[in-house]
């Protein structure tokens, strides 16, 4: 089942666009071959931001320039309705149109969680939570495999740049008193997630980036990176080379409002696996992190397949 965004939101998908030189750039639907299932992208324009915040931690300071590539993000964090055919392969079987290509079937598919994952908040069209970054990871090599075009993780500086639409204000809509129109976080989320695309959308077309679930970005945290950038640095990524602690943005449906604005971070913690009791600990679930989602990315310019290779294909790394 694709997402069902309000009928209001597809007419601001549809008619939004942003041109980037003599090409446009427009929202698009993916078909994900084989099923009857498909997502909807939404344009990023290509541009310079103010990255960081004097108004939160240290690790959000000092404030400097960044300049971003164009992209594509998903208007949503990613579904348990889009997620599942990945999770179990007896699911992906039932809900294939024809047989699963080898190539799909080829892709590794995490271990089956020994707890309910949705933690009784809902699955459909809700937010798929508590997957290690390195499973959002394989998740997009399956969509590669089924679909022939590169997903990922945004990076730190785009899922800011993204989140904040153009505004230099704590939040893109403004002040802390709108954030209820906009945000499912502790003072109206019931404690638990909520369906997906239901609050008001940034003027980019993009719901749910302040809380729901927190998302995934691909950056190693470091907590005084910003301060080792160079005015106007293009593209900036934290590379990771370690298992923790990984950036996750955004703020969930547990966090407070201080949480939740364009610029603050929050780091990755082996404490989300406390309660594993596996040895070596999963690499592909967090079992008290029930409130850590993911959003897909599509850069403008596709990397070439080595790149692509690199990236999916990074050696894991053992988490006692």
């Given at each position: 089942?694709?997402?069902?965004?309000?009928?209001?939101?597809?007419?601001?998908?549809?008619?939004s666009f942003f041109c980037i030189g003599q090409q446009k750039l427009e929202p698009y639907r993916q078909k994900i071959e084989g099923t009857a299932l498909s997502f909807m992208m939404q344009p990023v324009p290509a541009?310079?931001?103010?990255?960081?915040?004097?108004?939160?931690?240290?690790?959000?300071?000092?404030?400097?320039?960044?300049?971003?590539?164009?992209?594509?993000?998903?208007?949503?964090?990613?579904t348990w309705d889009l997620y599942e055919p990945f999770l179990y392969k007896n699911f992906e079987v039932t809900?294939?149109?024809?047989?699963?290509p080898a190539e799909v079937d080829a892709v590794t598919r995490p271990t089956k969680p020994y707890l309910d994952m949705t933690f009784g908040m809902g699955k459909e069209n809700h937010p798929a939570l508590?997957?290690?970054?390195?499973?959002?990871?394989?998740y997009c090599k399956w969509l590669y495999a089924r679909t022939g075009v590169f997903y990922r993780l945004p990076t730190e500086a785009e899922w800011e740049y993204a989140?904040?639409?153009?505004?230099?204000?704590?939040y893109a809509f403004g002040d802390e008193a709108n954030l209820g129109e906009y945000a499912w976080f502790k003072q109206n989320s019931g404690g638990k997630t909520h369906e997906v695309g239901q609050k008001k959308a940034n003027k980019w077309g993009l719901f749910d980036l302040y809380g729901n679930v927190a998302e995934w970005?691909?950056?190693?945290?470091?907590?005084?990176?910003?301060?080792?950038?160079?005015?106007?640095?293009?593209?900036?990524?934290?590379?990771?080379?370690?298992?923790?602690?990984?950036?996750?943005?955004?703020?969930?449906?547990?966090?407070?409002?201080?949480?939740?604005?364009?610029?603050?971070?929050?780091?990755s913690d082996p404490a989300w696996k406390q309660l594993d009791p596996q040895i070596p600990k999963s690499n592909w679930w967090f079992p008290e992190a029930p409130f850590v989602g993911m959003r897909l990315v599509r850069p403008l310019r596709a990397p070439g397949k080595t790149e692509i290779d690199n990236y999916?294909?990074?050696?894991?790394i053992p988490d006692y």
């Open positions: 089942m694709m997402n069902r965004l309000p009928q209001l939101t597809f007419a601001l998908l549809i008619n541009g310079e931001f103010l990255m960081g915040s004097t108004k939160g931690r240290a690790d959000e300071q000092p404030v400097h320039s960044v300049k971003l590539d164009a992209f594509w993000m998903a208007p949503v964090e990613l809900h294939s149109t024809g047989k699963v508590a997957m290690t970054q390195y499973n959002a990871i394989q989140c904040r639409a153009g505004s230099t204000a704590d970005t691909y950056d190693q945290y470091i907590p005084d990176f910003y301060s080792l950038a160079k005015a106007g640095q293009v593209n900036p990524l934290a590379k990771p080379d370690r298992l923790y602690p990984h950036v996750v943005r955004g703020g969930s449906y547990n966090d407070e409002a201080k949480e939740m604005r364009s610029a603050a971070r929050q780091a999916y294909d990074q050696p894991v």
